[in-house]
């Protein structure tokens, strides 16, 4: 088992405790479910700020936690968290879990389900991830909560959407520029914009097949059933192309049918052999 891990897994690590949140999350979610996120991302309109643009090796992770957090901040205004206490608990249980197997255990992760019908989920930068009551309506067991947190958590620990900030000249924090208060802190909203353009943005391709191949690795490694997460994708291949409740999720993410065949590709029949659960039982069933 540890050979077949091994083997999927190049880009996944280390093994650690997770850490507790709060639900601290504040406004804006209405570009991501409602307007389709076609909206080019705005050049910096401040010359100042280009002075310090920083390189992605050169962005702390303190910076890359105050970015997520803004724009998760922006993110949640129109679309809530689910009003289920008990639900928002179980998965941030999971999701640190699932983290916890990733080679970024120490960031303060953070998770929640949202009131929007569409099937999608998204993640921030340093650790912010968040799923639809839609998508969370389509699972059938914890092992494929597990899975598609685990595809979300892969963007965050590869630094997906920190690379698309990067390219579109948007991470500039200058160094001094951050403070104890860096997280509400105006120049930073101004330096990022709306920042849901960036979270729902299209990744490159590569990038969705890297969070699919985590994805199978980090909930195999947290005891799952490794299959769990293809059957998802399976689920969501059932869709019209035209269905409404799917259409940002097609616009930016490759077809369920093309990330499953590239899944098969590296698994082929490797993980045939490892048994894991999917915990049918314990799997929290969404109130309607």
Request: with cysteine; charged share 25%; aromatic share 8%.
């Amino acid at each position: 088992m540890k050979a077949i891990i091994k083997y999927l897994s190049i880009t996944v690590l280390t093994l650690a405790c997770s850490t507790a949140w709060s639900f601290d999350f504040e406004e804006g979610f209405k570009k991501v479910l409602k307007d389709g996120i076609q909206k080019k991302i705005e050049e910096k309109s401040d010359a100042a700020t280009s002075k310090a643009l920083l390189g992605l090796a050169g962005t702390s992770q303190e910076e890359e936690i105050a970015i997520g957090r803004q724009i998760a901040g922006n993110l949640l205004g129109a679309s809530a968290l689910v009003k289920d206490q008990s639900l928002q608990t179980y998965v941030n249980n999971v999701g640190r879990w699932v983290a916890s197997q990733s080679e970024r255990p120490d960031l303060p992760w953070h998770f929640g389900v949202i009131e929007s019908n569409d099937v999608n989920a998204f993640a921030a930068p340093g650790g912010y991830i968040f799923l639809t009551r839609g998508l969370y309506s389509l699972l059938q067991n914890e092992a494929e909560l597990a899975g598609v947190l685990g595809h979300e958590i892969g963007h965050v620990i590869r630094k997906h959407h920190l690379k698309i900030l990067q390219q579109s000249s948007l991470i500039d924090l200058g160094g001094k520029l951050l403070s104890g208060q860096v997280g509400g802190n105006n120049q930073v909203q101004k330096l990022i914009g709306n920042g849901a353009e960036v979270v729902a943005r299209s990744l490159d391709k590569n990038a969705e097949f890297e969070a699919d191949r985590i994805a199978v690795v980090l909930a195999t490694r947290a005891g799952y059933d490794a299959f769990a997460f293809p059957e998802v994708l399976q689920q969501i291949g059932h869709f019209a192309k035209d269905d409404g409740s799917v259409s940002l999720l097609f616009k930016t993410h490759p077809h369920p049918d093309d990330r499953l065949e590239k899944l098969g590709l590296v698994i082929n029949d490797r993980l045939d052999d490892v048994k894991g659960d999917t915990l049918a039982t314990r799997f929290y069933r969404i109130k309607p």
